[in-house]
């Protein structure tokens, strides 16, 4: 990664998969070419915004053409790292990692998902969407054969802390953590700590302010 790239704004960096949902979307549609005010349309940014968010990256748009639908959305599917099929494991197989490993289409978000691991053997043996639960044992064993780069934590609170540096120990990089707590781990290690309830809450305050005129 660039210098350049390395300075982006965390805030920049989570509207990048709305952009690309949107493009995603307008591909489906037989869509070719977009302008930043069409997207602002769409999303809620304006369109200064949205230029000076891909600016961070090249600009990739055409003054008086606006963008090309499938370049952009091929170049921020790079810049976020879709393209390289990441392989991934899923830690936790209860009623959230069992939902994960059903629903989330991992292959179309650039993430290949190997493996599922429990620790309760009476779960340990079973298969979700045709993966193989295995035994959080064979944890340490799997990991140095197959190297998985991320591991999704969808583990109880009180052992995602062991959980998650066993996994670092092991030379995982990247945690996508469902536990309901924040993790503090090295810089060397990519962690998004995900809340639901936040969202939530957000919702809650959204709706309580619907008529006050305090949202922006």
Not at 1 to 20: H, N, Q
Not at 68 to 84: K, P, S, W
Request: net charge neutral.
């Amino acid at each position: 990664m660039s210098d350049k790239e390395k300075k982006v704004s965390l805030v920049v960096v989570k509207r990048l998969p709305r952009y690309y949902r949107y493009l995603r979307e307008l591909l489906s549609r037989g869509v070719s070419r977009v302008s930043s005010r069409e997207l602002s349309l769409k999303m809620g940014v304006t369109a200064s915004q949205i230029r000076q968010d891909l600016n961070c990256f090249g600009g990739f748009g055409q003054q008086g053409y606006g963008y090309n639908v499938e370049q952009l959305c091929q170049e921020i599917g790079t810049i976020l790292g879709l393209d390289r099929g990441y392989k991934t494991i899923i830690i936790g197989a209860g009623n959230l990692g069992h939902a994960l490993a059903n629903h989330t289409n991992f292959a179309k978000r650039g993430f290949t998902l190997i493996g599922i691991f429990d620790s309760d053997p009476n779960v340990a043996g079973g298969e979700i969407n045709g993966i193989k639960v295995r035994h959080a044992d064979e944890l340490a064993d799997f990991v140095k054969e197959h190297n998985p780069e991320i591991a999704i934590l969808a583990v109880p609170k009180a052992a995602v802390n062991r959980v998650a540096n066993e996994l670092v120990a092991l030379g995982v990089r990247g945690l996508w953590n469902f536990s309901y707590t924040e993790l503090s781990l090295p810089d060397s290690v990519a962690v998004e700590n995900v809340h639901l309830s936040d969202s939530l809450m957000t919702l809650s305050y959204k709706f309580t302010n619907l008529d006050s005129g305090d949202l922006l």
